[in-house]
């Protein structure tokens, strides 16, 4: 498996930085979501939104960079991803907005405050499904004759894509715990802890389930994984992401704050990293390669002109949020 480092990798791995932030950012605040209906009604849920709140909104700004960067960078695999995933697409955009509505109305509006609270769970659940099963809809191919989509339009429901869609809300839900457990204290803390152990595990399980079902999914996934001298380069993915397993639990044991947030995040660096071992070079397989999808070079040099001015200014202006916002999280906040 070899990578060349043209102007068309570069763009890759621009547009894989952005997804990643994007599912560590927005993940965990999507995974409170999915959470809620555990808080107490009361100050518990007021306390687990208002620790989201300075940076959820901002957070999104890397689903429009991943997405954006996507269509100017490779707009024949825009061109078939979208297609193939209509449906998914427009749920995860429905529940975002759901989501950002009830974040502010039920703040606004307390008498119908149990509607909001069950708009901002339902809305963070089909986003985070959504987002699992679009992804899970691109592994397992996408239908293409000559540069057109030519499947249907429910391809997209498996029983692979089920698992994927699953496996992404077990996964926000411990992002979403871990972040409680760092920006909380008291019993909303070892709440918090509980329902991280428990996230852990169904997101162990359920990675496990889709590492499995991807090598029986595609040839050429399983030679990836289990051919040599493949084998040798992909290995460390899962030895690393077991080792992190167990220290991921043995924080969530042991009192420790930020550290199994900062751990969690890792895990999905290296669920990120397999993904790439699985996919590389095809941006929508089983035939479309980075290559085939790019736009032309002059483009590509415009746009990272761009890219490179912007991108820093994006992570200054989010590292600054965070870091005015550090500390833990009281009962006074977004309302």
């Known amino acids: 498996m070899s990578i060349n480092f043209d102007l068309t990798t570069i763009w890759a791995f621009i547009i894989a930085f952005a997804v990643f932030a994007y599912v560590v950012m927005d993940g965990f605040d999507l995974g409170i979501g999915i959470l809620f209906p555990t808080f107490e009604v009361g100050p518990e849920r007021d306390r687990a939104m208002n620790s989201i709140a300075p940076v959820w909104d901002g957070n999104e700004t890397w689903l429009v960079l ?8 490779f707009p024949l695999a825009y061109a078939l991803i979208l297609p193939a995933t209509y449906p998914l697409i427009i749920a995860m955009l ?28 339902g809305g963070s659940f089909v986003a985070a499904m959504a987002q699992g099963m679009t992804l ?14 030519d499947g249907s339009w429910f391809d997209w429901f498996t029983p692979y894509t089920l698992l994927t ?8 839900a411990l992002l979403g715990a871990t972040w409680l457990v760092w920006k909380l204290d008291g019993e909303s803390q070892r709440h918090a802890r509980k329902l991280g152990k428990r ?9 496990g389930g889709v590492s499995l079902y991807n090598v029986t999914l595609n040839a ?32 969530l044991s042991v009192e420790r704050h930020s550290k199994p947030f900062w751990l969690s995040i890792t895990l999905f660096f ?5 993904l790439g071992v699985t996919m590389w070079p ?35 202006y989010t590292a600054w949020a965070y870091w005015v916002f550090r500390g833990k999280t009281e009962d006074e906040g977004y309302h």
Not at 66 to 73: M, P, S, Y
Not at 137 to 148: E, K, N, P
């Open 66 to 73: 991943g997405g954006g960067g996507l269509f100017a960078a």
């Open 94 to 121: 429905l529940g975002l907005v759901f989501r950002g509505v009830a974040f502010e109305f039920r703040w606004r509006d307390p008498g119908h405050r149990r509607i909001w609270d069950a708009a901002f769970t």
């Open 136 to 149: 899970g809809a691109l592994l397992q191919g996408v239908t293409v004759t000559g540069r057109t989509y």
């Open 165 to 172: 869609g699953v496996g992404t809300v077990a996964g926000y």
């Open 199 to 207: 996230a852990a595990w169904a997101t162990f399980l359920l990675m």
């Open 220 to 251: 050429q996934y399983a030679e990836r994984w289990l051919s040599a001298p493949e084998i040798y380069y992909a290995a460390p993915v899962p030895i690393l992401t077991g080792l992190v397993a167990l220290a991921l639990l043995r924080a």
């Open 270 to 274: 290296l669920g990120m990293a397999g």
């Open 282 to 316: 095809y941006i929508v397989p089983p035939d479309i390669t980075i290559w085939d999808a790019a736009a032309p070079e002059k483009s590509q040099v415009f746009m990272l002109v761009g890219t490179a001015i912007i991108m820093p200014i994006i992570i200054a």
